[in-house]
């Protein structure tokens, strides 16, 4: 199995915005210039999409993070656009990440962080347009509550083929789900990471669902529990039960969870009970039959960090 | 199976969430040779890997079918082991939350007790595990045991499929040793089972960068009108290894390099470089255009056989600096052998898209580098403007399937000056770089694939078959050659009649 490559990011360097083009190139010569790095190996830059990704000042970490991964799988010009209100102007500042594979050095993260506060907003489209790069797909991560001036959101969709929420962090989710809803009836491509962070659920329940007899038309009654933060998930799970299996469908908003999916899911057919629950790091299926009693599986509850969510998000777009 | 409750045959509302993922149905995988290398460097690690990565169905369940006296917990202890030393990362935590879905099954595999207590154990592994009653063989053993095992599921009713339960095959080259016992095997497998039931593994089908010949050539407008011998000068297909036999000897002095390699990886790449467009990308849809390839090159009249083919063994050389063996000193190796650890090729696909193009094949052992690559080389243009009407290096478009998987295109581009002067210049797209992240193994894909009854990565009968008859012709035309295989130093790249292969000015790579 291949070993893991090793990474080198630059120190980040402060410029002016008009400069961004110039520090980026300049960074390209600390990398190596555009033929030899330091060390004698190749230099090749090999981008596969440009990211704009937006969040609280306060969740630069988790962004850092989820763009850190998904660097590993899609190398990326990454626009992180933090809004932070004690920032009294807009600032920037440049990076790049090289990766050393086989003797080259594979520049695989330049890095565009703005830090701004919320009233530099309407700025970012214009900044973000020229400096992305041509014939490259792009790609938005809305990494932040539903903002309370929506066009704020459309603007920067607007120039990304492919936008990537994450409803968990949504604060009215029974309104703003409807937003996106209308977003997507009007074409857009929007992919929420809440919705495969459900991936193990959907999965566990159609894994069950492979124990049953042929359902035929038997009223299914579903009680969701979950705690505060798993709002949006299990509104999402509900709805998509609703729609797949024309069941009749109960929130009941007592759970304890502090995660962001559902506590426990307790489905019931005429002639099948299935039962889910997530103590810890496995989804518990219990699976019985009028006729039979199998033997409780497990899958996943986790397909891994939001990093990996977003990786596999950007794939999915 | 009176109490097991038939899953396989009710329709799942939810289906497209384990589908749409590629996710199989729920079923019990059998591996007769349970207790051997290949379980436990491959096949057993690719299956975490596929847990791992979330695609096992959890209706899923393992047994072992082998001669030791071993427990299931000794079994599991082996297998955990493999898991750390040969898995990808984290799936060890992968093998111990299913530890429990692993039992062997202690038999020989003549017994005919052995496969009724099987089918016992089967069933009861249905109604614990929900395997729905799904079966998938798979034949980790000597050849040699194919035939009992084969014959002994047969007759105990373990191949049949009823009532919408799968009883799938997964059978390991060698397919055969020459076309007849090829068809013997193939018969054989015939009477048990159907076509469709059958997934012949040949792991080079497995590897991401050969899947890659078809995006490559049928995603993409721009080379498929210059695939065709209008355009395409002659392909070269190396499969080259740098080590030696080692302790192999005895192993490869009753194949030689024609056929454990040429017959079913290096064919197998041909065929999909050759072949037209399928229709779909069904099974069936891609394996009958490969097959056309391979029906379309003449067998070898053993009088061409010296002409066209070149056979030779290492001798004692320098490599990595240590002075290593000679074939025929290998350990054993009898030091009259006349089995090859070199072959090359000139193959002609008599069609009307390759007419006149030839297809050059090398595999060999003891070779300078690990490399395993296609390069399509490009006529030179009609009319020669520069360097004074010297001819350049021809363009090559290089698919690199191991190491450093990627595509290259080798073009001229103007020496920047007053002059105009051509200089040879190289694109170059690694896999490595633009997809980062852990590739699985070519065996995680197979068995998945086996699992999901998509055959399109296997061998098919016919191909097997129209592949031996092309060997076939060459290794008897080798045995009534009056000479005895070249010789090349180990560390080089081949004899150097392997060059008078190639005429016109060509020239073998030295990748
Ligand atoms: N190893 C690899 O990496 C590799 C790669 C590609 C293809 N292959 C192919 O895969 C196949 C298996 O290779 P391998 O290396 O795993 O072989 P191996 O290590 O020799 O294992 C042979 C297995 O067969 C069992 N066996 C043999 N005779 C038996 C009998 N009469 N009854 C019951 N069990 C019997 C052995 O069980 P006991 O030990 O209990 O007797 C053992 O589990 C071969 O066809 C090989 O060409 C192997």
Known sequence: MSEAPALCRTPPRAVPLPQIPDALRAIWRTCGGDERSADGADVARSLAINFVGTAAAADEPMLRAAVERLQGRTPCRAFLLLVDDRAAQIGAEVSATTRLHGGTHDIVLEEITVRLPSAGFERLPGLVRPLLVNDLPNHLFWATAWPRQAHHFDDLAALCEHTVVDTRLFAAPALELGHLRARRDRGARVTDLNWLRLRPWRRALAEAYERLPAAGGARTEVRLLHGRAALAATMLLGEWLEARLGARVVLDGGGTGTGPCPDRVVLRTADAEIDLQAPDAQIVAHVSTAAHCFLPFQVPASRGTDGDLLAAAIDLG | ?511
């Open chain 2, 1 to 511: 199976m009176a109490t097991t409750h038939d899953a396989a045959t009710s329709t799942n509302p939810l289906g497209d969430e384990l589908r749409g993922g590629r996710t199989a149905k729920p079923c019990a995988l059998v591996i007769f040779g349970a207790t051997g290398d290949l379980t436990k460097r491959k096949l057993v690690p690719s299956l975490m890997g596929l847990a791992k990565d979330g695609l096992l169905p959890s209706g899923f369940a393992v047994t072992g079918f082998a001669r030791r006296d071993w427990s299931d917990q000794k079994f599991r202890a082996e297998l955990a082991e493999g898991v750390a030393q040969f898995g990808r990362s984290d799936t060890e935590a992968a093998f111990a939350a299913m530890a429990d879905a692993f039992t062997f099954h202690q038999s020989d595999f003549g017994d005919a007790a052995g496969y009724e207590s099987l089918k016992q154990k089967l069933a009861q592994i249905d109604r614990q595990h929900g395997t729905a009653g799904n079966r998938l063989f798979y034949l980790a053993t000597p050849p040699s045991a194919y035939s009992t095992i084969l014959e002994r599921l047969a007759a105990h009713g373990l191949s049949r499929e009823e009532n919408g339960r799968f009883a799938r095959i997964i059978v390991e080259k060698p397919f055969g040793r020459d076309l007849a016992t090829a068809v013997a095997l193939n018969d054989q497998v015939r009477q048990g089972f159907h076509e469709r039931q059958v997934f012949r593994i040949d792991h080079y089908l497995g590897k991401e960068t050969v899947q890659n010949i078809l995006a490559l050539r049928f995603a993409n407008g721009i080379f498929e009108p210059l695939w065709n011998e209008k355009f395409v000068d002659h392909v070269q297909i190396t499969v080259a290894e740098s080590i030696g036999v080692g302790s192999r000897g005895g192993y490869f002095e009753e194949s030689g390099i024609i056929r454990d390699m040429i017959q079913n990886h290096l064919m197998q790449v041909l065929t999909l470089v050759a072949m037209e467009p399928p229709a779909t990308l069904s099974a069936d849809g891609v394996r009958d255009e490969k097959v056309k390839v391979l029906k379309a090159i003449r067998s070898f009249a053993p009088a061409d056989v010296d002409r066209c083919t070149v056979r030779a063994q290492y001798t004692r050389g320098s490599f990595g600096g240590e002075d290593v063996k000679g074939y025929r000193e290998e350990e054993g190796v009898p030091a009259n052998s006349t089995t090859e650890t070199f072959a090359a090729a000139r193959l002609h696909v008599e069609n009307w898209r390759w007419a006149g193009t030839p297809f050059y094949l090398r595999s060999g052992k003891r070779l300078p580098r690990r490399v395993t690559e296609v390069a399509i080389q490009f006529k030179q243009p009609p009319h020669l403007l520069f360097q004074g009407g010297r001819p350049l290096q021809p363009n090559v478009l290089l698919l690199r399937i191991q190491p450093d998987e990627g595509v290259a295109l080798r073009f001229g581009a103007k020496v920047p000056g007053p002059d105009v002067r051509i200089r040879d210049v190289r694109m170059d797209f690694r896999y490595g770089a633009a997809f980062g992240g852990e590739t699985a193994d070519a065996y995680e894909r197979l068995l998945l694939d086996a699992m999901l009854g998509d055959g399109t990565l296997f061998a098919r009968r016919d191909e097997v078959e129209e592949a031996w008859r092309i060997v076939d012709s060459i290794v008897a035309g080798w045995q009534q050659s009056k000479h005895r295989p070249a010789e090349y130093v180990a560390g080089t790249w081949g004899p150097d009649a392997a060059d008078k292969l190639l005429s016109g000015g060509r020239q073998w790579r030295k990748p």
